[in-house]
């Protein structure tokens, strides 16, 4: 079964500190992954994706097949990054499984 | 910009009413999706759509929805008789490139309460 799992709902930190969202998936065969971000009021927009290898405001993501994990991580959160974040993949078809997403508020 | 555009942002219906959600996709995009994400819960896969037929449709697309690419611009998601439980936020999205690793870009969305 294709599956995407956010374990945290919610993950608060402050200024400055590192972040790491957790995503894992369910896939047999070599799925593209995403991360999506949606802030408030916005629509979902692509932040970043494993074949690409780039780093987006910072945000930097590793596909580990062998855990199966594709954890969205950034070494210094800064207030603009709060936000609504969605990981998804894509497999034989081009259609988007997203997780559950994971609300990233990060405080003053 | 070019930016997916979605109308209305907000639709009010009562159960058995027949809606539609209306997208225009970016101009030269070709492959076409609609999602719904119902309150608390994740974004669904509803459809997809390219060369003027459905590629893939999901479990939860049934014989109460339909699509439709009338003419160059729009792209339509018909529910025929709505159900409580169609209540959600109805996403399109359009994708340019071939190759599944391309960006789909998102509308804003269409919220959708069926009463």
Not at chain 2, 59 to 79: A, C, H, M, Y
Request: aromatic fraction near 14%; include cysteine.
């Amino acid at each position: 079964a294709q599956r995407v799992t956010q374990p945290e709902k919610l993950l608060s930190v402050f200024k400055g500190a590192p972040v790491e969202l957790k995503c894992n998936y369910s896939y047999s065969g070599s799925p593209e992954l995403f991360w999506y971000v949606q802030y408030s009021r916005q629509r979902l927009q692509l932040l970043l994706r494993h074949i690409s290898r780039e780093s987006i405001k910072g945000f930097t993501a590793d596909l580990n097949k062998g855990e199966t994990s594709f954890h969205l991580k950034k070494p210094f959160a800064q207030e603009e990054d709060s936000a609504m974040y969605y990981c998804a993949l894509s497999g034989r078809s081009d259609k988007l499984i997203f997780g559950t997403g994971t609300r990233l508020q990060v405080f003053p | 910009e070019p930016e997916v555009t979605q109308t209305p942002s907000h639709q009010v219906t009562q159960m058995g009413q027949e809606v539609i959600l209306r997208c225009v996709p970016i101009s030269n995009h070709l492959y076409f999706y609609w999602y719904r994400q119902i309150l608390g819960q994740k974004v669904e896969f509803l459809v997809s759509f390219y060369n003027n037929e459905i590629s893939e449709k999901s479990e939860i697309f049934d014989d109460q929805f339909s699509v439709e690419r009338p003419d160059g611009s729009n792209f339509t998601l018909k529910i025929r008789s709505t159900k409580l439980e169609d209540s959600a936020m109805y996403f399109c999205a359009s994708r340019g490139e071939q190759g599944f690793s391309y960006e789909q870009y998102f509308g804003p969305g269409t919220r959708l309460t069926v009463t």
